[in-house]
């Protein structure tokens, strides 16, 4: 009888939290399918830590390790082969730049890129977007590597006010490099 009326109460949770996921899912404009995070202005006034006439820096509020930035073009494209060789160019200049503030703010001595195309590799934001990875010196672990990235797709996400206080250190630290390294089309 207890076992009866135990199956019946997980089953009746169960019910609840598909409705939910699905109440969830067919409702929330962030799962709607033309959503683009990337192009969401909460979303970036969020995170933004730096903006030129072509590219973006902001920092992710699912960070594999302190410093993990976001690098991406204005222009909504999804595939790096969509980007025009002036965005690219300038997407690398920025990358340059997040490196130098990156080390100023975190200290940090290495750092992996990572850019995905098609969902094929895990690309989850139909938006071009390099992910800046920093790691400090002698933080060589794959596998503490592997656990962090694990790890920051499990946890909560930073919360609005967590990443705007981190993307506000790493915009005081792009202002502070030297002006020449700054491309012209700086907002
Ligand atoms: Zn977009």
Same mark, same amino acid.
């Given at each position: 009888m207890i076992k009866k009326i135990v199956l019946s109460v997980l089953l009746l949770i169960c019910l609840v939290i598909g409705l939910y996921v699905f109440a969830f899912k067919a409702f929330s404009p962030k799962l709607?399918?033309?959503?683009?995070a990337f192009c969401d202005p909460n979303v970036l006034n969020m995170q933004t830590f730096y903006e030129d006439e072509l590219a973006i820096a902001l920092c992710t509020h $699912?960070?594999?390790?302190? %410093?993990h930035s976001l690098v991406i073009p204005? $222009?909504? +494209? #999804? $595939?790096? #082969? #969509?980007?025009?060789d002036k965005e690219i160019l300038q997407i690398g200049k920025v990358i340059k730049l997040v490196n130098e503030a990156t080390i100023n703010v975190f200290g940090t001595a290495s750092y992996l890129l990572l850019q995905k195309n098609g969902k094929e590799v %895990?690309?989850? +934001?139909p938006h071009v977007h390099f992910h800046y990875v920093p790691r400090k010196m002698g933080d060589d672990s794959t596998a503490k590597f592997l656990i962090s990235m694990f790890l920051a797709n499990v946890k909560p996400p930073l919360s609005p006010t967590e990443s705007r206080k981190i993307a506000d250190i790493m915009k005081e630290a792009m202002e502070s490099l030297p002006p020449q390294n700054m491309p012209e089309s700086r907002l």
């Amino acid at each position: 009888m207890i076992k009866k009326i135990v199956l019946s109460v997980l089953l009746l949770i169960c019910l609840v939290i598909g409705l939910y996921v699905f109440a969830f899912k067919a409702f929330s404009p962030k799962l709607a399918l033309n959503y683009c995070a990337f192009c969401d202005p909460n979303v970036l006034n969020m995170q933004t830590f730096y903006e030129d006439e072509l590219a973006i820096a902001l920092c992710t509020h $699912r960070p594999i390790l302190p %410093g993990h930035s976001l690098v991406i073009p204005k $222009r909504h +494209v #999804e $595939r790096f #082969e #969509e980007l025009s060789d002036k965005e690219i160019l300038q997407i690398g200049k920025v990358i340059k730049l997040v490196n130098e503030a990156t080390i100023n703010v975190f200290g940090t001595a290495s750092y992996l890129l990572l850019q995905k195309n098609g969902k094929e590799v %895990g690309q989850s +934001v139909p938006h071009v977007h390099f992910h800046y990875v920093p790691r400090k010196m002698g933080d060589d672990s794959t596998a503490k590597f592997l656990i962090s990235m694990f790890l920051a797709n499990v946890k909560p996400p930073l919360s609005p006010t967590e990443s705007r206080k981190i993307a506000d250190i790493m915009k005081e630290a792009m202002e502070s490099l030297p002006p020449q390294n700054m491309p012209e089309s700086r907002l």
